[in-house]
């Protein structure tokens, strides 16, 4: 076995009469253009199939515990479904500048306007800079906290201020603790 072609396969020498090489034809499936599947193959009587995520570049090895060709590549499609699934759950999350602003356009008419003006002052000066496009969800404890400490630190608001921007936190779904 020749250390270049990991199939068995060896090269053609110079000198060699045959100028045609025989190589093991590798097909490779792309699905919904982000996967690609890198040929199925058995181990231990068992398909397993390879899977390229071209948006991440890792690959894969899948085992997927069936006998048959057939439903071992429907297994393998269903994986990737569930992945794709995952991830759309993962981005349907209400980011925290779109969920402030919304909210903010909500009380609009609620409130004067020189402190709808202050709110907007505040969303872009104050949240912002710490939360940007984080999702709502995925602001934890830590990051609250951290937003506090800023607050005292660097931008050295009073205790009455730290707990208005808490509450308006509070008001978007974020917690303390």
Same mark, same amino acid.
Request: glycine share 6%.
């Given at each position: 076995?020749?250390?270049?072609?990991?199939?068995? &396969?060896?090269?053609?020498?110079?000198?060699?009469?045959?100028?045609?090489?025989?190589?093991?034809?590798?097909?490779?499936?792309?699905? &919904?253009?982000?996967?690609?599947?890198?040929?199925?193959?058995?181990?231990?009587? #068992?398909?397993?199939? +390879?899977?390229?995520? /071209?948006?991440?570049? *890792?690959?894969?090895?899948?085992?997927? *515990?069936?006998?048959?060709?057939?439903?071992?590549?429907?297994?393998?499609?269903?994986?990737?479904?569930?992945?794709?699934? +995952?991830?759309?759950?993962?981005?349907?999350?209400? *980011?925290?500048?779109?969920?402030?602003?919304?909210? #903010?356009? #909500?009380?609009?008419?609620?409130?004067?306007?020189?402190? /709808?003006?202050?709110?907007?002052?505040?969303?872009?000066?104050?949240?912002?800079?710490?939360?940007?496009?984080?999702?709502?969800?995925?602001?934890?404890?830590?990051?609250?906290?951290?937003?506090?400490?800023?607050?005292?630190?660097?931008?050295?608001?009073?205790?009455?201020?730290?707990?208005?921007?808490?509450?308006?936190?509070?008001? #978007?779904?974020?917690?303390?603790?």
């Amino acid at each position: 076995m020749c250390g270049y072609f990991p199939c068995g &396969n060896t090269a053609p020498r110079v000198d060699s009469p045959f100028k045609e090489v025989n190589f093991k034809v590798k097909q490779h499936k792309i699905v &919904n253009g982000r996967w690609v599947i890198r040929g199925l193959f058995r181990r231990f009587g #068992l398909w397993r199939g +390879r899977v390229r995520d /071209l948006k991440t570049g *890792r690959v894969r090895e899948l085992s997927t *515990r069936e006998r048959d060709r057939r439903r071992a590549e429907q297994k393998i499609f269903d994986w990737l479904r569930q992945c794709e699934r +995952r991830e759309e759950a993962r981005t349907q999350g209400e *980011r925290f500048d779109r969920a402030y602003e919304e909210r #903010l356009n #909500l009380k609009d008419k609620d409130v004067r306007p020189s402190t /709808l003006a202050d709110n907007w002052r505040s969303f872009r000066a104050v949240y912002m800079p710490i939360f940007g496009d984080k999702l709502v969800e995925e602001i934890e404890v830590k990051d609250v906290e951290h937003f506090l400490k800023h607050l005292r630190s660097e931008r050295k608001v009073s205790v009455r201020t730290q707990r208005k921007y808490l509450g308006e936190l509070r008001s #978007l779904g974020c917690r303390r603790g």
